[in-house]
């Protein structure tokens, strides 16, 4: 079992940056692909940035160039860094683990709010 707890979501101007974090506990966090979704009402979750090592990473085309994903495997914890935020950045967003037997774990999610 893992659990997963994201933190750092909050209301930000068009422009700005936030960091959100994602402390996993319950199993090697080193062996577990970490990815980043988000979900606005209505519509499919989506995947953000995903992460393997630290040079084995991938982003939605949305985000490229904007945000960046990373992993401290000594507190087991990812990272996602927002940078140039857009209204359209507006979402929940969760954070999912994949142990290496194949299982997927989900946080609670934490809502990013780009407004003005």
């Known amino acids: 079992q893992v659990q997963l707890v994201e933190s750092g979501g909050g209301l930000v101007q068009p422009g700005g940056s936030l960091r959100l974090s994602c402390a996993a506990s319950?199993?090697?966090?080193?062996?577990?692909?970490m990815a980043w979704y988000r979900q606005v009402l209505g519509k499919e979750r989506e995947l953000v940035a995903s992460?393997?090592?630290?040079?084995?990473?991938n982003y939605a085309d949305s985000v490229k160039g904007r945000f960046a994903i990373s992993r401290d495997n000594a507190k087991n914890t990812v990272y996602l860094q927002m940078n140039s935020l857009k209204p359209d950045d507006t979402a929940v967003y969760y954070c999912?683990?994949?142990?290496?037997?194949?299982?997927?774990?989900w946080g609670k999610g934490t809502l990013v709010t780009v407004s003005s």
């Open positions: 999912k683990a994949t142990t290496a037997f194949g299982i997927s774990y």
């Open positions: 992460i393997i090592t630290s040079s084995t990473t």
């Open positions: 319950g199993s090697i966090f080193s062996r577990n692909a």
